[in-house]
C-alpha cells in the first residue's frame, strides 16, 4: 500500500531554535500533502494544505511565518518550525494523498517535538 | 459546535463482545467519511471508509445517516488488539481536507 515516512521521528532543541521535519511519499506521487498537528488528549488538527509548486494554504489560526512549508517535489515536503517555544510541543503527522487511490489520505508516522 | 463530534469514552468492552458508537457531523454538505484507527503515540489508520448503503469489513460495520448527519462503527466478536481510539474523519465540502473527531476510545478486556 501507499508509505508515508517523516524524519526525524523525535526531537529534542532549545527554544528559539528552528526545525525542519520531512514528510516523503514512498511509492506514489503526492500532488498535495497534508500536516497536522496534534496535541495530548486531543483530535488531530489541520494547520495547512501543502501543494508542489505552490504555496500552502494555511488554516485560520496558523501563523504561515512561523510554521514554513515547502513542497518543491512530488514525493516530499518539509515543515519548518521557526523560532519554537514550549507551546510549539506537539506531534505533527503529515499525510499524502494518493490521487490513484481517490480521497484516501495516507499518514506519516509523525514527529514528536519538544521544545524545552 | 464542533464540526466533528464523537463520545470520548472510554467504552470498556469485554472480549468477544459487540461494542457500537456514533459520530456526529455539522456541515450537511460533507461528502466523505471514514474511520480511523489510532493507537497510542501512533498516527492514524484507515480502518475503513463509510458508504452510503452502509458496509462491513470484517467484524467491523460502518453505517451513514445522512439525514440525522451521524455515522457509526459496529465491531462484533471484540479482540484485545481493538484497543484503540477511533476517530470519526469527514471531508469538508470544499476540497479534500480531512476533519476530525476527538475520538472513541475502546478498551477490550479479557
Known amino acids: 500500500g501507499a508509505v508515508v515516512s517523516q524524519h526525524p521521528s523525535w526531537v529534542i532543541c532549545k527554544s528559539g531554535t528552528s526545525v525542519k521535519i520531512e514528510c516523503r511519499s514512498l511509492?506514489?506521487?503526492?500532488?498535495?500533502m497534508f500536516w497536522y498537528r496534534q496535541f495530548p488528549k486531543q483530535s488531530l488538527m489541520l494547520m495547512a494544505t501543502s501543494n508542489e509548486g505552490s504555496k500552502a494554504t494555511y488554516e485560520q489560526g496558523v501563523e504561515k511565518d512561523k510554521f514554513l512549508i515547502n513542497h518543491a517535489s512530488l514525493t516530499l515536503s518539509t515543515l519548518t518550525v521557526t523560532s519554537a517555544h514550549p507551546e510549539d510541543s506537539s506531534f505533527y503527522i503529515c499525510s499524502a494523498r494518493d490521487g490513484g487511490r481517490g480521497w484516501t489520505q495516507y499518514f506519516g508516522p509523525g514527529t514528536r517535538l519538544l521544545v524545552l | 459546535r464542533k464540526e466533528v463530534e464523537q463520545d470520548p469514552g472510554p467504552f470498556n468492552v469485554p472480549e468477544g463482545a459487540t461494542v457500537a458508537f456514533n459520530c456526529t457531523y455539522s456541515n450537511s454538505a460533507s461528502q466523505s467519511f471514514f474511520w480511523y484507527r489510532q493507537d497510542c503515540r501512533k498516527e492514524p489508520k484507515l480502518l475503513m471508509s463509510?458508504?452510503?448503503s452502509g458496509n462491513e469489513d470484517g467484524r467491523f460495520t460502518a453505517q451513514l445517516n445522512r439525514a440525522s448527519q451521524y455515522i457509526s462503527l459496529l465491531i462484533r466478536d471484540s479482540k484485545l488488539s481493538d484497543s484503540a481510539t477511533y476517530l470519526c474523519?469527514?471531508?469538508?465540502?470544499?476540497?479534500?481536507?480531512?476533519?476530525f473527531g476527538g475520538g472513541t476510545r475502546v478498551l477490550v478486556k479479557p
Open positions: 474523519v469527514v471531508n469538508r465540502a470544499a476540497g479534500n481536507k480531512l476533519t
Open positions: 511509492d506514489f506521487q503526492a500532488t498535495t
Open positions: 463509510v458508504y452510503s
